[in-house]
């Protein structure tokens, strides 16, 4: 069976801080070459000091479970 949970990563696009609703865990930011930019044990993650450009979210939660978003830092 698949399991589709929803989960909002906003403002999208940002300049800075994203704040995610709906997963909760770990958080990781990865750029487009999939290198680790950052990480946090929080649901609100700063952007502001990486480069413009795309980049992908990753949400760890307690259960194992994995919720990735694109999101664009302008």
């Known amino acids: 069976d698949i399991n589709i949970t929803t989960f909002n990563i906003y403002p999208n696009p940002t300049t800075g801080i994203l704040i995610i609703e709906g997963a909760s865990g770990a958080a990781e930011v990865y750029d487009i070459y999939g290198r680790l930019v950052l990480s946090a044990e929080t649901n609100s993650v ?3 000091q990486t480069d413009m450009g795309i980049y992908f979210v ?3 939660d307690a259960n194992g479970d994995i919720y990735i978003a694109r999101v664009v830092k302008q």
């Open 58 to 60: 990753h949400v760890h």
């Open 46 to 48: 700063n952007i502001s």
